[in-house]
T-cell receptor, first 113, second 113 residues
Framework: SAVISQKPSRDICQRGTSLTIQCQVD?????MFWYRQQPGQSLTLIAT?????????ESGFVIDKFPISRPNLTFSTLTVSNMSPEDSSIYLC??????????FGSGTRLTVV | AQSVAQPEDQVNVAEGNPLTVKCTYS??????LFWYVQYPNRGLQFLLK??????LVKGSYGFEAEFNKSQTSFHLKKPSALVSDSALYFC???????????FGTGTRLKVLA
């Protein structure tokens, strides 16, 4: 399976600001996804990152709040915009590579104060 | 809609005893089932998967899972628990077409020395 490097690993941010999370894959992946894990809860899919086009968002998530880019097959970013304490979560990216191996990044632990 | 359920929020087991973490699923078509483990401040780690074939699937760290179609279950098992197995375990089902994961709510396993 591909190896995904995700950064930052953690951050503490002021409310009202934005944070961009990056994921770099060591090989081409056909699909990339972004998940959120709120404290004490399970993982929820935010969106599918589409290469060269707008991401496909799940119900309850919108582009203005979580803009996503995927300029090529190995890189994607998720921005958490105009943050509030409710955005404090772990954010994970994932990718489906050749032979359909599925890999997760190590996660970004975000705390909004 | 596809879903997975993990009925236990927490499972406690003594070191050396067998452990079981329960998961039931609801899917249309053939299920693609997975178990992941999450250690504190770490990302998700893949344990094992069932796509097709033998109902007993062996995975990492001595874990195994039994796929039971009649009971729609995919329980995670280990013959002899270690204190280091203490972590958060997620059962997941993956959509065969979109590769999106749907995660269970997670079960916290605590192995007592």
């Amino acid at each position: 399976s591909a190896v995904i490097s995700q950064k930052p690993s953690r951050d503490i941010c002021q409310r009202g600001t934005s944070l961009t999370i990056q994921c770099q894959v060591d090989s081409q992946v056909t699909m990339m996804f972004w998940y959120r894990q709120q404290p004490g809860q399970s993982l929820t899919l935010i969106a599918t990152a589409n290469q060269g086009s707008e991401a496909t968002y799940e119900s309850g998530f919108v582009i203005d709040k979580f803009p996503i880019s995927r300029p090529n097959l190995t890189f994607s970013t998720l921005t958490v915009s105009n943050m509030s304490p409710e955005d404090s979560s772990i954010y994970l990216c994932s990718g489906v590579g050749r032979n359909y191996g599925y890999t997760f990044g190590s996660g970004t632990r975000l705390t909004v104060v | 809609a596809q879903s997975v359920a993990q009925p236990e929020d927490q499972v406690n087991v003594a070191e050396g005893n067998p452990l079981t973490v329960k998961c039931t699923y609801s899917v249309s078509g053939n299920p693609y089932l997975f178990w992941y483990v999450q250690y504190p401040n770490r990302g998700l780690q893949f344990l094992l998967k069932y796509i097709t074939g033998d109902n007993l699937v062996k995975g990492s760290y001595g874990f195994e899972a039994e796929f039971n179609k009649s009971q729609t279950s995919f329980h995670l098992k280990k013959p002899s628990a270690l204190v280091s197995d203490s972590a958060l375990y997620f059962c997941a089902v993956r959509d065969s077409g979109t590769y999106k994961y749907i995660f269970g709510t997670g079960t916290r396993l605590k192995v007592l020395a």
